[in-house]
């Protein structure tokens, strides 16, 4: 790999510290980058996005090739560009834009009668456990702080330790949701 004249651009820099033969750089790039690609398809990145992310890392290798630092690999440079790329993705990946036609915009009164049939429907489903599992429920999501800390305690005293206590809500509140949800399906449907 030879030094790059000075005149040439950084991405000609580049392919030229690929090789000096222009037909064996581009086989090299077309190589990288299907070995970049793989990299990001192992990752678990979508296609939509693995030509973007390919296009970052080969242009920060451009820069790193631009500023004259010494690497005699230029696939492990590229691969290790590009772990930093996904690294740096997934810590703060890119927003999604959204457009006007995604979400339309609920009318103002929509939201309220939403609410209120849903707590509808929430009393309703309650009523219709047994007392035991209504009370249960009732009593585990009363309070605040504190209070509901006490509560709880006792509760899991009740029912054998805190752990069949969670377990005994986590299948009501699962029974409740079903239930709430077919309600409002029916009400709204």
Excluded at 72 to 101: F, H, Q
Aim: aromatic share 6%.
């Amino acid at each position: 790999m030879s030094s790059p004249s000075p005149d040439q651009t950084p991405f000609e820099k580049f392919l030229r510290w690929l090789s000096e033969d222009p037909e064996m750089a581009a086989k090299e790039y077309e190589r990288i980058r299907k070995r970049v690609d793989r990299f990001f398809m192992h990752k678990g990145w979508p296609d939509r996005n693995r030509d973007s992310l390919f296009d970052i890392t080969v242009d920060r290798v451009v820069k790193i090739v631009d500023r004259g630092d010494q690497y005699s690999s230029p696939l492990a440079l590229c691969i290790g560009v590009a772990v930093n790329v996904d690294r740096e993705k997934r810590k703060k990946p890119d927003p999604e834009p959204i457009g006007e036609r995604d979400f339309p915009a609920p009318e103002p009164d929509d939201d309220k009668v939403l609410q209120e049939q849903r707590l509808l429907c929430m009393e309703q489903c309650l009523d219709e456990l047994p007392k035991e599992d209504r009370d249960l429920m009732i009593n585990y999501h009363e309070g605040e702080g504190r209070a509901r800390i006490d509560i709880r305690k006792q509760l899991a005293d009740e029912y054998g330790g805190s752990n069949p206590l969670r377990i005994k809500v986590f299948r009501l509140r699962a029974s409740l949701r079903t239930c709430v949800n077919g309600c409002l399906a029916r009400a709204t449907g």
